[in-house]
């Protein structure tokens, strides 16, 4: 089990997101019917899933991160980028060359096609280098806003880092993992020394790769401790205590779990901010920063207000991230 010790900067801030999911919207008992669950549907909406969405044929997961880049708000990218950091749950959603191909030619150029590469060129960010994040599970997009941060920190002419994440399941998969009803889906941000959007504060990581072949009701069984050290953790790196907490910010995952957590915790289950569960489903790595643009648009979030990102995903790997909103968030004063 390994966490890293690094500090992110703290003049370093997120802004964005932008997001996509599947064209698809399919309700949970559609999704029972079609051979895409393995909980019936009634467990499924009693954990509070109710809808998700479902790639159509013939889309891909760049589709979906190409959308998310192209929902940030028009200024997110002005004056270009330079790094872009594409995050992946499903190692397979890291090329987006043809497996057909492939395998008719066996040349290895159709293995090497890389999402990443192909987001550069398209949004035309010339000077952008590209990396690629792929075993971190659900936990993705977190990894890659602090490597994001790293960067800024090492390179003092980097002025912005573009991070997307976007996974799409095959065809063929069930859209259900660890009792959760999961979306194709993709996000966005830019990390950034400008001031804007959410200030950095801290980030945190825990793997433990003992657990990497985990079955589901494994899995479910490390959740709650693991989430309560890793918040433990990275609340003492900031310096700072629960109480301090305006607002926690999950993944969608089983509603019931954040009830347990939040009383594990000392937080009031109404500061656990969800909203998009039980239309979005668990969107992979994008739930996040889709429940955190809800909360910027909610009225709800005051400037100042420190809020904590908390996920789990496989490998097995939990991160957390403590941000702080600004006044460019639509945080009121």
């Known amino acids: 089990m390994t966490s890293s010790a690094q500090e ?20 949970v008992t559609e999704s029972a019917a079609a051979g895409r669950l393995r909980s019936a549907p009634d467990d499924l909406a009693s954990a509070g899933f109710a809808w998700h ?24 990218l002005s004056g270009g980028v330079d790094a872009v950091i594409h995050a992946t749950c499903l190692p397979c959603n890291g090329n987006v060359g043809s497996s057909q191909a492939w395998r008719a030619t066996r040349d290895v150029t159709h293995l090497m096609d890389y999402p990443g590469s192909r987001l550069q060129a398209d949004f035309a960010l010339d000077r ?12 993705s997009m977190l990894g890659a806003i602090r490597l994001g941060a790293v960067l800024l920190a090492s390179e003092p002419q980097w002025a912005k880092v573009l991070c997307v994440t976007a996974d799409r399941f095959p065809a063929e998969a069930r859209y259900e993992h660890s009792y959760n009803l999961v979306s194709d889906s993709a996000a966005a941000c830019v990390v950034t020394r400008q001031q804007a959007g959410f200030r950095l504060l801290t980030a945190h990581q ?7 072949g985990a079955t589901d009701d494994e899995t479910v069984g490390t959740y709650f401790s693991y989430v309560r050290l890793l918040v433990t953790q990275t609340l003492d790196r900031a310096g700072v205590g629960i109480g301090d907490i305006a607002w926690i ?7 019931k779990a954040w009830q347990i957590l939040s009383r594990m915790l000392g937080v009031e289950f109404g500061q656990v901010w969800q909203p998009s569960l039980p239309d979005h489903g668990h969107a992979i790595s994008a739930d ?8 910027a648009d909610s009225g709800q979030l005051r400037a100042g207000q420190r809020i904590l990102l908390v996920v789990a995903g ?5 991160q957390a991230m403590l941000l702080e909103a600004t006044g460019a968030t639509g945080a009121t004063a």
Do not use: M
Request: proline share 6%.
């Open 314 to 318: 496989y490998g097995l790997n939990w």
């Open 53 to 76: 969405y479902v790639s159509a044929p013939g889309s891909t997961a760049y589709d979906l991160a190409r959308s998310a880049v192209s929902a940030l708000p028009g200024e997110a």
């Open 288 to 295: 996040n920063l889709i429940n955190l643009a809800a909360l």
């Open 249 to 255: 910010v999950p993944q969608n995952t089983n509603q």
């Open 128 to 139: 952008a280098i590209v990396i690629g994040l792929s075993q971190q599970g659900c936990t």
């Open 8 to 27: 992110p900067s703290s003049g370093v801030f997120v802004t964005g997101p932008g997001y996509a999911l599947g064209e698809i919207k399919a309700h």
């Open 206 to 212: 825990i793997t433990n790769g003992g657990l990497h």
